[in-house]
């Protein structure tokens, strides 16, 4: 009994008895809670010390710390300097990775100060990579900003022991402390904003960046059957370009969901981006931003309205509560609370309506008016013009056309197009695609039947050529018309005529010692192209014979010619350039070529 007691004076328990178990369990529950509170307590003093913008923070490049806790520029002139080049460059190519290339190529290094080690406040230049300059770019401090909480930590994705993990990717927007003007800016609050947009419109769910390519749609195009984004495909040395959908055969080894040459869809679009852009279109549009304005006005006032009866009641809450007697404790309190109820409905309201009138896009000005007014006169002429590059018509198409998707029906030339264009505005369109067969032609069942039908009233082909051109039947490329061999073959493949149609080759009169190209080769054993090459060079006569078919060339070669050709013929080839003797007037064939 008395152990226990001196066990107890020294704070020693025994986990075997009952009563000492429970105290031990209690008490680490309360150190457990005063750890939290601790903790909290904390945590709340570092948010209102940021709040207060004066929380100290690592500065990124191109900033330092004074001792005093002050941020400024980085002293070092070469530094400020190379910030200021890396958002210029990003003005000028708009993606990181292009920006990363140029400093790449001209050995540009990012001037960073040393955060620990022997070295630490030492600038070091460093090479450029993705992330910082991704960093750099998404960073507000540029812009003068103080925020908090840009990398916000995600519980689930920290690891155990290490505290650094887990943090999200700069969010900029959802930061917890946001400070305008609090720092010294490198770039304007309107340019970080703008390259905000940019990165995230260069991603690529939102379509990526403008490519080099010359086809229009890449990056808006998206598949009507699978509903995935399409492709531009360049073959031909870059000069035919199409639109694929690679999806179903990159992921499941299926054939190609659907192609259509780019030229046609890329015609209509920008057709419709000129007819979008022309003055009549842009009064219109203007017209629409003023009636916009109108109805801006009446939300205002109803806003305002809204506000003012907000106050009067707050206003009735507080004269109430002035008007009761102070003894009255019970009514007292109801009068408080509904007062206070009052000032929180106003104060939610007055937040409200900033953020409506922070979010809704100001008309344009008069000036900014005339401006456009006086742009669209010169647009088409802008959009033909050769200094334009296939990504400047691709920004501007990005600028109006929000996504289309585009479905071929089966396999014939028709095609669907649906244009979102910003605004939330549809439009819908088809299009004729050149194909390669006639037989996939969403006409092709009625064409062979008109075509049979003519034939039975006993025309020839090139009447109904005729005809069905006058109809208004067209071919499925490369000709706008029909001719009669393709008539014929039209006829023979759907089964109407089964007679082969075909010329009979004019005869040819021979005069003595003549061979047609094919006979010579065969009698000396030499490829016909040698004998082309040397009627080509002149080393063999040769006539043509009526008509411009191969067959209707004839050589003339006398026996002593067809001798000297056969003994080159059997020379084994090192030897073969010593000349054979002359024959006759003729020029000996040799087999320089
Ligand atoms: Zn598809």
Redesign the pocket.
Do not use: T, V
């Given at each position: 009994m008395d152990a226990r007691r001196k066990r107890r004076a020294v704070g020693v328990y025994d986990p075997a008895n009952y009563n000492d178990r429970l105290l031990l369990g209690l008490k680490g529950t309360m150190s457990e809670a005063e750890l939290h509170i601790l903790k909290a307590r904390m945590l709340a003093g570092r948010k209102a010390k940021a709040g207060r913008g004066e929380l100290g923070k690592p500065v990124p490049m191109g900033y330092v710390r004074r001792p005093s806790g002050e941020v400024t520029f980085d002293p070092d002139e070469q530094a400020q300097t190379t910030i200021r080049l890396v958002f210029d460059l990003f003005d000028r190519f708009r993606t990181v990775g292009k920006v990363m290339t140029y400093l790449v190529e001209h050995d540009i290094r990012m001037p960073v100060r040393a955060r620990n080690g022997p070295q630490k406040g030492d600038l070091e230049w460093r090479r450029v990579n993705r992330a910082s300059l991704l960093n750099l770019f998404a960073n507000p401090i540029y812009a003068g900003v103080y925020a908090y909480g840009v990398r916000a930590v995600d519980k689930r994705r920290q690891k155990p022991g290490r505290p650094g993990t887990g943090r999200r990717s700069p969010r900029a927007g959802e930061a917890e402390i946001f400070l305008p003007n609090c720092l010294p800016a490198y770039i304007s609050f309107e340019r970080y904003r703008r390259n905000q947009t940019q990165l995230q419109s260069n991603r690529a769910a939102w379509g990526g960046a403008p490519r080099a390519g010359t086809a229009l749609l890449s990056g808006v195009l998206v598949?009507g059957?699978?509903?995935?984004r399409?492709q531009a495909q360049y073959n031909n040395n870059g000069h035919a370009a199409r639109y694929v959908?690679p999806?179903?055969k990159s992921s499941y080894g299926e054939a190609f969901?659907?192609s259509l040459k780019a030229r046609p869809l890329d015609d209509l679009i920008a057709s419709l981006v000129l007819e979008a852009m022309t003055p009549a279109a842009i009064e219109a549009s203007v017209a629409l931003a003023e009636n916009l304005e109108a109805e801006r006005a009446a939300i205002d006032r109803h806003w305002r309205q809204r506000l003012e009866r907000a106050g009067y009641e707050v206003e009735r809450a507080r004269r109430q509560y002035a008007a009761v007697e102070p003894e009255n404790r019970l009514v007292a309190r109801t009068l408080e609370r509904a007062w206070e109820a009052a000032l929180t409905v106003q104060a939610q309201l007055e937040a409200e309506y900033e953020r409506l009138k922070r979010d809704k896009p100001q008309a344009p000005s008069a000036a900014e008016l005339s401006a456009i007014r006086e742009l669209t006169d010169d647009l088409p002429a802008l959009w033909r013009a050769q200094t334009t590059t296939p990504g400047e018509r691709q920004t501007i198409v990005r600028l109006l056309l929000e996504r289309a998707p585009v479905e071929v029906v089966g396999r014939t030339e028709k095609v669907r197009v649906e244009c979102h264009w910003h605004g939330a505005s549809h439009t819908t369109h088809e299009l004729t695609r050149p194909i390669a067969r006639l037989d996939t032609l969403s006409t092709y069942p009625a064409l062979t039947a008109r075509a049979a039908e003519l034939r039975r009233k006993g025309l020839d082909c090139a009447q109904i050529a005729d005809i069905l051109n006058g109809e208004g039947w067209r071919p499925a490329k490369r000709r706008d018309t029909f001719n009669a061999p393709m008539v014929h073959h039209l006829l023979i493949k759907s089964g109407a005529e089964t007679v082969k149609y075909r010329r009979r080759p004019p005869r040819i009169e021979r005069r003595p010692n003549e061979w047609t190209i094919r006979e010579l080769a065969e009698e000396i054993g030499m490829p016909q192209p040698t004998l082309y090459t040397w009627i080509q060079k002149g080393r063999l006569s040769c006539r043509n014979a009526g008509g411009s078919s191969k067959r209707a060339k004839l050589v003339s070669a006398d026996p002593d010619t067809v001798a000297a050709l056969k003994a080159i013929r059997a020379t084994p080839s090192p030897w073969r350039r010593i000349p054979p003797p002359p024959v006759g007037k003729q020029l000996p064939p040799t087999t320089e070529s």
């Open positions: 598949c059957r699978c509903g995935l399409m959908c999806s179903m969901c659907q």
